[in-house]
């Protein structure tokens, strides 16, 4: 026995396409998508050149603080202390110069430290010459022996910076303890 056909129809739709409205849609989200992805990556670039950059103004800093250890200057004076300071460019990166100043460590003076203006005030109990002179010997010593150093790394082109700073020994100073 035969079955006979049917023939479903949805109306008088035909099949050969999409609809405009379904063309539109397929359209909108592919843009919508297309601009996350085009905004997520062009901010990952743009983070990744930025880390990049700031990664080598470190190396090259640290790099100018470790030759300045390694070979630190002939004589610590008050001249190294003048003016803006030493600037040259990097050899091997033209668009970077660095910065080197130096800088004295100085220490409080103690009678300002303790509050001590006047002679008046050496009446008082808390004040003790021989803790006064044995402070001032070490600072004396202390701002001889210590020096800060300070490098800033910049690209000419960005205005990009970073500074690195340690602290010198100076291995000429002679440290005085007497005269008590």
């Known amino acids: 026995m035969k079955l006979p ?11 050969q396409g999409f609809a405009l409205i379904e063309v539109m849609i397929a359209i909108f989200l592919f843009a919508v998508f297309f601009a996350v992805y085009a905004t997520s990556n062009g901010f990952n ?3 990744s050149e930025q880390l990049k950059e700031e990664i080598l103004l470190r190396q090259l800093g640290q790099n100018k603080i470790n030759e ?3 070979s630190p200057p ?7 202390t003048l003016g803006p300071g030493k600037t040259e460019e990097v050899k091997g990166y033209e668009n970077y110069t660095t910065t080197v100043i130096y ?10 430290m303790k509050g001590l203006d006047s002679e008046e005030s050496t009446e008082q109990g808390d004040y003790n ?12 010593n202390m701002e001889k022996l210590i020096w800060q150093v300070e490098v800033t790394v910049k690209n000419k082109l960005t205005d990009a ?4 700073s340690t602290w010198l020994y100076n291995q000429k100073a002679k ?5 008590f």
């Open 103 to 112: 800088k004295e460590m100085l220490l409080p003076d103690y009678r300002k």
């Open 129 to 140: 010459q021989f803790e006064e002179k044995v402070y001032d010997k070490v600072k004396e």
């Open 74 to 80: 002939e004589e610590f004076t008050k001249s190294l």
């Open 175 to 179: 440290v005085d303890v007497k005269n």
């Open 161 to 164: 910076k970073y500074s690195i």
């Open 5 to 15: 056909k049917i023939c479903l129809r949805a109306g008088n739709r035909s099949k």
């Open 45 to 47: 670039i743009a983070s």
């Open 68 to 70: 300045i250890i390694e």
